[in-house]
């Protein structure tokens, strides 16, 4: 049973184009949200977080939204840029900040020049 | 700057046969995860230590599995015996403290049982 679910296994947006990765969660216990980005080969890096007590974090061009009424995160990415292209992982831990965490299937994302 | 270091990179063997994965985390780091990826279940945590002491081993998926941490820079994953359904990407990853957003993960170790 998939608690943290990442529907679309890919995306392809134009460069310079926004880029929108969606999440969705079962476990309303989960209550700190974080977004890696893994390149092939190599390992999954952290690229933002947020938690249950706000619905926006922003930092440069990645921003992550959270709406725990529908259970529900996005990472947006504006403008995208052709080294954006990856694997995205969507993680929710449900004790604050640590390091158990329950990871999404993944999307990946390609951004066209 | 070394980060976390993992061996082999990728292995191949025949089912049956002992598995071990090693990982040294990055100096000064105080807890150490194992994860695993497939492409049925995604990222999986396994296994996570904290001041070398395993602190929740509820991901290990049976008792072919074993883990352990010595000292604060290694560990091992050892698979014994190893069947075809452990194929996966084995990621060890550390931080300071247990907080998710300051993990770091190495390479993975890319496992093929056959």
């Known amino acids: 049973d998939q608690q943290v679910k990442q529907n679309s296994p890919s995306l392809s947006v134009q460069e310079g184009r926004i880029s929108i990765l969606n999440c969705d969660y079962t476990?309303?216990?989960?209550?700190?949200f974080l977004w890696y980005k893994k390149y092939p080969a190599e390992g999954p890096t952290f690229l933002i977080s947020?938690?249950?007590?706000?619905d926006k974090n922003e930092d440069g061009r990645f921003t992550v939204f959270l709406n725990k009424s529908a259970k529900h995160l996005s990472l947006h990415i504006v403008p995208s840029q052709p080294g954006d292209s990856a694997v995205y992982f969507c993680?929710?831990?449900?004790?604050?900040?640590?390091?158990?965490?329950?990871f999404g299937q993944g999307t990946t994302l390609q951004v066209k020049p | 700057d070394a980060g976390v270091i993992q061996s082999p990179r990728h292995e191949v063997t025949e089912m049956g046969q002992e598995v071990t994965l090693r990982c040294k985390p990055i100096s000064g780091h105080n807890s150490l995860f194992w994860y695993r990826q497939t492409m049925m279940r995604g990222l999986e945590l396994l296994i996570y230590?904290?001041?070398?002491?395993?602190?929740?081993d509820s991901g290990m998926p049976e008792d072919r599995f074993s883990a352990k941490m010595p000292n604060a820079s290694f560990s091992t994953l050892k698979i014994q015996p190893s069947e075809p359904r452990d194929s996966a990407v084995y990621f060890c990853?550390?931080?300071?403290?247990?907080?998710?957003?300051?993990?770091?993960f190495g390479e993975g170790s890319w496992l093929t049982v056959v």
């Open positions: 993680a929710a831990s449900g004790s604050g900040n640590t390091g158990k965490l329950i």
């Open positions: 230590f904290n001041n070398n002491v395993p602190i929740d």
């Open positions: 476990n309303s216990m989960f209550d700190y």
């Open positions: 990853a550390s931080s300071l403290g247990v907080a998710g957003n300051t993990i770091y």
């Open positions: 947020i938690s249950s007590i706000k």
